[in-house]
C-alpha cells in the first residue's frame, strides 16, 4: 500500500471517533491548551490526552510548549493532512459526478426511445 493510502487510513481511522472530531472543531476556533480541551468534554487529562496523542500522531495536531511554562501543551490543528484529504474528497466527488452524468445521459437517451 502507497504511503499516501497509508496516511488516509490513519487520518480517517483518527476523525471516526466522535471526541476526536470534536476536538477538530475546538481547535478549528483557535489553538486551546490540552486542559481547556479536556474540561470542553468534561474528560479527564488522561482520556483527552490518549485522543490528542491519535491526532498527534496522524499528524492532524501539533503541540507548542508556553514558554513561561513547559508543562502546558497547547494544541493546533496542522493543514497538510486535511489537505490530503480534501483532495482524496475530491476525487471520490470526479469519479460519482462522472458516474451520475453517464446514467443520466443513459436515462435521457432510453426517454427518446418509442
Do not use: C, I
Request: proline letters at 6%; hydrophobic letters at 45%.
Amino acid at each position: 500500500m502507497a504511503a499516501a493510502a497509508v496516511d488516509l487510513d490513519r487520518t480517517l481511522a483518527a476523525l471516526a471517533d466522535p471526541t476526536r472530531r470534536g476536538v477538530v472543531d475546538l481547535l478549528r476556533q483557535k489553538p486551546q491548551r490540552a486542559g481547556d480541551l479536556a474540561a470542553a468534554f468534561d474528560m479527564s487529562a488522561p482520556a483527552m490526552s490518549r485522543h490528542l496523542r491519535v491526532l498527534r500522531k496522524t499528524g492532524l495536531v501539533e503541540e507548542d510548549e508556553l514558554p513561561d511554562d513547559a508543562r502546558v501543551r497547547v494544541y493546533r490543528l496542522r493543514p497538510e493532512p486535511f489537505a490530503r484529504l480534501r483532495d482524496w474528497l475530491d476525487e471520490v466527488e470526479t469519479f460519482w459526478t462522472g458516474q451520475l452524468d453517464a446514467f443520466k445521459a443513459h436515462a435521457e437517451r432510453r426517454k427518446k426511445r418509442p
